[in-house]
């Protein structure tokens, strides 16, 4: 049995009309019944019941049409691929991140993708979680970078957790206490906090929240706002105090201070998210790139 058999049998299958097939595959509807019947002598079973009324796909047929659709598109897909790098075509991967601690996550997996797959085009977006979240959903991102959680209720996602890393208290070197090296979580009771808002990523800000109460206070926010280097300036200010990733510490202008915080639940995580749908061939390479990188 060879391939262009197993692909009438599948557009049959999915038209369940012999004649429809016939036509998608340019030849007669009496030659589309010689190759399914075909296939039918060869294994020994029967595919479909036939009538002058319909065509209905027999439980052998529905297992056989779920193992060669894999198949034939694994078949297609290489010989696609085997053209286009023929024809010097490129493929593409289209990524999406929400953050600066995000960036730092990506640019080490797209330095080693480009080094082993350098013929295929790199999209890169910054946005914010609900519009990557889109972006991700009908199809115009094939992954996003995002503090975990934040992208979800979308169909056959898949994600997996890259980074979790402690935060840190960032206050301007105005602050009575931006010499400090550390503080206990309790002594943030009484700081004015400015946090990104609900709208940005609302997970975020609620665990935001529910860290600030296992510390054991309510925190006092002063302001909430859409942009990390809107956050960053009023912190330059010295209008209040706030909470970020500790890789962050190393990118900070010298007009902020970071401390440490001791006896915390304050975290972050950062998720890579994909489609489990998504056909793009490069989805698998750059998912294994990812997880060689993250599990060392």
């Not at 991700?136 to 992208?151: T, V, W």
């Not at 990390?228 to 970020?244: A, H, I, K, P, Y």
């Not at 890579?272 to 793009?280: E, F, G, I, L, Y």
Request: with cysteine; net charge neutral.
């Amino acid at each position: 049995m060879d391939i262009r058999k197993l692909q009438y049998f599948i557009s049959v299958a999915e038209t369940l009309s012999f004649t429809k097939a016939a036509k998608e595959h340019y030849i007669s509807q009496t030659a589309m019944s010689q190759q399914i019947a075909s296939i039918e002598s060869e294994l020994e079973v029967l595919l479909f019941d036939r009538n002058k009324l319909k065509v209905a796909i027999t439980p052998a047929g529905e297992v056989l049409l779920g193992e060669v659709k894999e198949i034939v598109a694994k078949y297609e897909q290489a010989i696609k691929k085997t053209q286009d790098v023929y024809k010097g075509r490129k493929g593409s991967i289209r990524v999406g991140y929400a953050g600066p601690t995000e960036v730092e996550l990506l640019r080490e997996i797209i330095e080693v993708f480009q080094e082993r797959y350098p013929y295929v085009e790199l999209h890169i977006e910054n946005n914010t979680f609900k519009k990557l979240s889109k972006n991700l959903k009908d199809g115009s991102c094939d992954f996003i970078f995002a503090i975990a959680g934040e992208i979800n209720n979308i169909p056959s996602l898949e994600k997996v957790t890259l980074k979790n890393e402690p935060a840190v208290l960032v206050v301007s070197r105005k602050h009575p206490k931006a010499n400090r090296k550390n503080m206990n979580a309790s002594e943030i009771a009484n700081e004015e906090i400015i946090m990104i808002s609900e709208e940005c990523g609302q997970l975020n800000f609620e665990r935001m929240l529910e860290s600030c109460r296992k510390d054991g206070y309510e925190p006092r926010i002063i302001e909430r706002v859409n942009s990390l280097d809107t956050l960053l300036f009023m912190v330059e200010l010295n209008r209040g105090v706030s909470f970020l990733p500790k890789s962050h510490a190393n990118r900070l202008n010298n007009k902020v201070a970071f401390i440490d915080i001791v006896n915390t639940h304050h975290s972050f995580s950062i998720d890579m998210s994909w489609v489990r749908s998504n056909k793009n061939e490069y989805i698998d390479k750059f998912i294994d790139i990812s997880r060689e990188i993250y599990s060392r």
